[in-house]
């Protein structure tokens, strides 16, 4: 399985932004598609995940309101738009998958056994 992440670049604050991931196979095969993010000297951090059963969606409290997750299965491809793009959302942003990861542990990292190579987002100021 490869998950190939894209749509990162400069922005201005208060701009919109829209990252894709593709996967290579259909994305509804797994149980759960993240995003996170981990800027400079920091952490992976959880940003997003949509459940595909239930079709559920989850944000960080950082990021709640401004971004949503979204998908296309007929292009095994999700996305991120980003809106109201701050200074603090600079980072470089990866997609995830996990086919057995469980709710209470989607924000980890460790949850997803699928990794995007990251695309860096940056927000200027």
């Known amino acids: 399985v490869q998950l190939q992440a894209s749509g990162g670049g400069l922005m201005q604050a208060g701009g919109s932004l829209r990252l894709s991931c593709a996967a290579s196979e259909r994305a509804s095969s797994f149980r759960a598609v993240g995003w996170f993010r981990q800027a400079p000297g920091k952490e992976r951090e959880f940003v997003a995940a949509r459940w595909w059963r239930t079709g559920s969606t989850y944000y960080s409290d950082s990021v709640k309101g401004r971004f949503t997750i979204t998908s296309d299965n007929a292009k095994n491809t999700v996305y991120l738009e980003m809106n109201s793009l701050k200074p603090e959302d600079t980072a470089v942003y990866y997609c995830?998958?996990?086919?057995?990861?469980?709710?209470?542990?989607?924000?980890?990292?460790?949850?997803?056994?699928?990794w995007g190579q990251g695309t860096l987002v940056t927000v200027s100021s």
């Open positions: 995830a998958a996990g086919s057995s990861l469980i709710l209470s542990s989607m924000r980890e990292p460790a949850s997803y056994g699928y």
